[in-house]
């Protein structure tokens, strides 16, 4: 069951994470955005990544095998770099339209899920 909670507590973090990181780059598009400036920007990202810091850090500590998780530390990484890919390859399907994803993206992300299998696969 733990397994199953880090995995969403660590989706739910990716998605404030990558609406803080790249999120604010349709703020143009939107009135209250237009005029934004750099420094407004960044604040609304910070808070944006609180939200993402207050579901990655209970994620981490109940993933981890150190605190009586099923994960190694290790294994915890490469599982929330996996989930980075698929929740920003969504977001930008979403909301990048005019972004496509080639055949050699799709390639880097079978490379990353593939070391999801090994970081799991015994030695």
Do not use: C
């Not at 490469?78 to 698929?86: G, M, S």
Request: hydrophobic share 55%; net charge positive.
């Amino acid at each position: 069951m733990k397994a199953f909670v880090t995995i969403g507590l660590l989706f739910a973090s990716n998605v404030f994470m990558t609406l803080a990181w790249y999120g604010h780059l349709k703020f143009k598009e939107y009135d209250w955005g237009k005029n934004l400036g750099l420094a407004a920007i960044i604040f609304i990202s910070w808070g944006l990544a609180f939200f993402e810091y207050t579901l990655q850090v209970p994620a981490n500590r109940l993933g981890s095998k150190e605190l009586g998780g099923p994960f190694s530390l290790i294994q915890l990484k490469i599982i929330q770099e996996a989930i980075t890919l698929i929740v920003f390859t969504l977001f930008t399907v979403i909301f990048f339209k005019h972004e496509s994803l080639r055949w050699n993206h799709f390639l880097a992300m079978g490379l990353v899920l593939a070391a999801v299998y090994f970081v799991f696969k015994e030695p």
